[in-house]
T-cell receptor, first 115, second 112 residues
Framework: AQTVTQSQPEMSVQEAETVTLSCTYD???????LFWYKQPPSRQMILVIR??????QNATENRFSVNFQKAAKSFSLKISDSQLGDTAMYFC????????????FGKGTRLHILP | DAGITQSPRHKVTETGTPVTLRCHQT?????MYWYRQDPGHGLRLIHY???????DKGEVSDGYSVSRSKTEDFLLTLESATSSQTSVYFC???????????FGPGTRLTVL
């Protein structure tokens, strides 16, 4: 069974700083997707970024980028030039590309951006 | 916005009563999912559907049933609500050929 672990329950950083959120996962699958979702106080779940396991290049979306280390089963999220609007809960998620298309979520990291 | 609505958005009910939550989508997505979110657990899959009348169980399906009689609606039913089912419930969709899921706004359910 797949598992997703986020080892940082809560983090705080100053506005404009760079912050990295950690995520590790365990799987025996070779083809899979990894995601980071953001949940602001509004409760809406928002897809931030996704990474296909077969791609070596790390995904980037504006100020958000990932460091995908497949051998180490690590998938960290870097937020550059952090903004107050980045304050949210962040969930790492895993999905195997097989008929069982279930997403497994980590327990989340609560990120506070301080003014 | 993937055209997903959930109703009701908030509900308070009593133990032992039946409850039905509705997820409605307007873009003809094939795959639909129900999750619950609880502190310390992240999101956990309850049931999902891969087409009309095609459903399967997720990680925490006990006490829940689902139905999908038409593409746009996916219903989650608690036959006899218990306090342990107090949670925030999210519906999600996935489009064929893509792997990411998009979520509805959530329903906060309180069972007294």
């Amino acid at each position: 069974a797949q598992t997703v672990t986020q080892s940082q329950p809560e983090m705080s950083v100053q506005e404009a700083e760079t912050v990295t959120l950690s995520c590790t996962y365990d799987t025996s699958e070779s083809n899979y997707y990894l995601f980071w979702y953001k949940q602001p106080p509004s409760r809406q779940m928002i897809l931030v970024i996704r990474q296909e396991a077969y791609k070596q290049q790390n995904a980037t979306e504006n100020r958000f980028s990932v460091n995908f280390q497949k051998a180490a089963k690590s998938f960290s999220l870097k937020i550059s030039d952090s903004q107050l609007g980045d304050t949210a809960m962040y969930f790492c998620a895993f999905m195997a590309m097989n008929r069982d298309d279930k997403i497994i979520f980590g327990k989340g990291t609560r990120l506070h951006i301080l003014p | 916005d993937a055209g997903i609505t959930q109703s009701p958005r908030h509900k308070v009910t009593e133990t032992g009563t039946p409850v039905t939550l509705r997820c409605h989508q307007t873009e003809n997505h094939r795959y639909m999912y129900w999750y619950r979110q609880d502190p310390g657990h992240g999101l956990r899959l309850i049931h999902y559907s891969y087409g009309v009348k095609d459903t399967d169980k997720g990680e925490v399906s006990d006490g829940y049933s689902v139905s999908r009689s038409k593409t746009e609606d996916f219903l989650l039913t608690l036959e006899s609500a218990t306090s342990s089912q107090t949670s925030v419930y999210f519906c999600a969709i996935r489009t064929s050929g893509r792997w990411e899921q998009f979520f509805g706004p959530g329903t906060r359910l309180t069972v007294l």
